[in-house]
């Protein structure tokens, strides 16, 4: 065999980025009370936060991709309310401690899209986690 089997990867919704995001959240918050804004401005502040909130949310919720796959000559993935895969390339991965970011573009009717997926240790089970590190590092060697 000259070359791996392709690797479907379905990616869980992380409960620790849910969590850190509504941190984040809070954090923001707390500093707008303590900014000593004018009224108006805290609420415009408020509204535009509380809009950026729900946004990703609903983006972790209801993912854009659920599913991709890496092969030897091509990716494919599945996007939200499709039922055929689209052939899509790695933009860029990268590793930071157990967190696995990949860039997946792809082609959708006159202009590409691109999705970044943030994968942290409870995304995936520890063998496709351990199976996808070992395919990005080689991707990024260049093999």
Known sequence: MTAAPPLR????????LGLLTALLVVLA?????HADLHPWLYMGASLLL?????QTWQRWRHPRVLAFELGGAQTR??????????????????????LLVIDLAWQ????PHHAALWLLPDSLDAVTLRALRMRLSAHADGS
């Open 9 to 16: 990867v379905e990616p869980r919704r992380s409960l620790v």
């Open 29 to 33: 918050l707390l500093a707008l009370l």
């Open 50 to 54: 509380g809009a950026a909130l729900a």
């Open 77 to 98: 993935l599945w996007l939200n309310g499709e039922s055929e895969p689209r052939a899509a390339r790695v933009r860029q991965a990268r590793m930071l401690g157990p």
């Open 108 to 111: 959708g009717g006159s202009h």
